[in-house]
């Protein structure tokens, strides 16, 4: 038996009460000036999101009216699109915005804001403030619902216990990623060096290495595609299933336009195999070798390609202009060597069946199911 459970048989083995968040918590009325607050004491809603938690990186820190003000220890969550799951439990005292709720518990001796944090992150109370959130576009959380949400209130000491067991899951998740940003600053290191060469080495316009067949792409709006099992290409990559395929090979679509051929969030460059279908917002390239296709992708992902990019209406990457890019060509044996490098770098920072950030998705799930597993208590009956 686990240490949870001894306490819970101890402390309440006919269950826990349960109380709506307006019975131990208040939403804060405090205010602050906006000149009060700066870079690093300005919270918007946007830095609540998963990925963030609370990490002050907006470049917008408002400088005039009035603001909510939140101490360390309360909850904020965003009141904005509440599927998003904005949520974070303050590190420092600060300010914040209308779009922000800042929940402040009126005893901690009753209730950790730990565990409180840990109750609101649940998917439960984040599928209850989206079925009670109003708005179709952009749905608004109802303060006056959240302040109902009801919340298990077991013994602190249990409390307690459930805090030490989530921050554990919540700890090694952490290191992970910390681990995975730096293996891929590793990795760019690493591509970056084996794809740099000299000005003796051999140089080819892509429009020579490879095939184009851009001819055979067919756009086909979003009304009038069949579902199917067949992947559908645009300038990112997938962007829907269909019923038919235009390509049977194996292939390298780049970008024709777009903002993220200037923003490059996201490859500009990137493999596809099997039955496909490509619209017009992706060139198709088609080499002789696995080898040479994928160290074009390396390479075309790793350069500028600005001069490249007419920007007139949109971003767009001309088939013109991507037959013109000079690509580095050494002996077909040392493509080999460093694609074989850059793959399994790829694979350990990229690749969610295996490496990190299969490893991250797992314990994340996980975390998921033990927190919803121990937030779950009998209601004691009165």
Not at 184 to 207: M, N
Not at 275 to 303: C, D, G, P, Q, S
Request: charged fraction near 25%; hydrophobic fraction near 35%.
């Amino acid at each position: 038996m686990s240490k949870l459970e001894e306490l819970i048989n101890a402390l309440c083995p006919d269950g826990v009460g349960y109380k709506t968040l307006s019975d131990i918590a208040n939403y804060s009325s405090s205010r602050i000036d906006a000149k009060g607050v700066d870079a690093q004491s300005y919270l918007g809603v946007d830095n609540l999101l998963p990925d963030k938690m609370g990490k002050i990186d907006s470049s917008y820190v408002p400088t005039e009216g009035r603001l909510t003000r939140f101490s360390e220890g309360d909850i904020l969550i965003g009141n904005i699109r509440p599927y998003l799951n904005k949520i974070w439990l303050a590190t420092h005292d600060g300010g914040t915005n209308g779009d922000v709720l800042a929940i402040q518990i009126n005893n901690r001796k009753t209730i950790s804001p730990r565990y409180l944090f840990y109750v609101l992150s649940s998917d439960q109370f984040f599928l209850y403030d989206m079925q009670n959130a109003k708005g179709a576009k952009m749905p608004r959380g109802d303060k006056s619902a959240v302040i109902k949400y009801l919340i298990p209130l077991p013994p602190l000491s249990v409390q307690n216990e459930i805090v030490r067991i989530l921050d554990n899951f919540t700890e090694l998740t952490a290191e992970l990623t910390a681990e995975l940003t730096a293996r891929k600053k590793q990795y760019e290191y690493y591509r970056d060096e084996l794809l740099t060469f000299s000005d003796e080495s051999p140089v080819s316009i892509l429009g020579t290495v490879a095939i184009n067949l851009d001819s055979k792409r067919k756009p086909v709006t979003k009304g009038n595609r069949d579902s199917g099992m067949y992947p559908y290409y645009g300038a990112s990559g997938i962007v829907d299933y269909v019923s038919n395929y235009l390509f049977d090979g194996d292939y390298l679509l780049v970008s024709e336009d777009g903002a993220n051929l200037v923003a490059r969030v996201t490859p500009i460059a990137f493999s596809a195999s099997g039955k496909i279908w490509v619209n017009n917002h992706a060139h198709v390239l088609m080499f002789k070798t696995y080898v040479e296709r994928k160290f074009v992708e390396y390479y075309l992902n790793m350069i500028d390609l600005s001069r490249f990019i007419s920007t007139a209406a949109q971003p767009k990457l001309t088939q013109d202009n991507l037959n013109k890019i000079p690509v580095p060509t050494p002996s077909l044996e040392e493509q080999e060597r460093i694609v074989a490098i850059l793959d399994r770098f790829d694979a350990l920072c990229n690749d969610l069946t295996s490496g990190l950030p299969a490893e991250i998705e797992a314990r994340r799930k996980q975390y998921e199911y033990y927190r919803d597993r121990i937030l779950t208590f009998k209601e004691k009956v009165a």
